[in-house]
């Protein structure tokens, strides 16, 4: 099994700025793409970004410019750096990786979501 621990969500101020990390652990061959996305209240879920095993990224139209997706693969981690944040960025945000487990099967997993507030 794969698990994902979420952290560095929080409540900030308009303008500021927040790092969100997932670290993936258990029976991991290799992780393919990592993304992170966003579900605001009485919304759908929404790709904010997402970067593959090489580093390519693809970053919603709504944040490009203010956030930042990275990745260690290494660590297994996967980073969102979001700087000049508005109070629309206000949302949970999920961190959602596939990959291939020990056994080689594929996977897909979500974190448990971690909350990001803007607000003054």
């Known amino acids: 099994q794969v698990q994902l621990v979420e952290s560095g969500g929080g409540l900030v101020q308009p303008g500021g700025s927040l790092r969100l990390s997932c670290a993936a652990s258990g029976s991991i061959f290799r992780l393919n793409d990592m993304g992170w996305y966003r579900q605001a209240p009485g919304k759908q879920r929404e790709l904010v970004a997402r970067?593959?095993?090489?580093?390519?990224?693809i970053d919603a139209d709504s944040v490009k410019g203010r956030f930042t997706i990275s990745r260690d693969n290494a660590k297994s981690t996967v980073s969102l750096q979001m700087n000049s944040l508005k109070p629309g960025d206000t949302a949970v945000y999920y961190c959602?990786?596939?990959?291939?487990?020990?056994?080689?099967?594929?996977?897909?997993?979500w974190g448990q979501g971690t909350l990001v507030t803007i607000s003054s």
């Open positions: 970067i593959d095993r090489g580093g390519t990224t």
């Open positions: 959602n990786i596939k990959g291939t487990s020990t056994t080689f099967k594929y996977f897909e997993v």
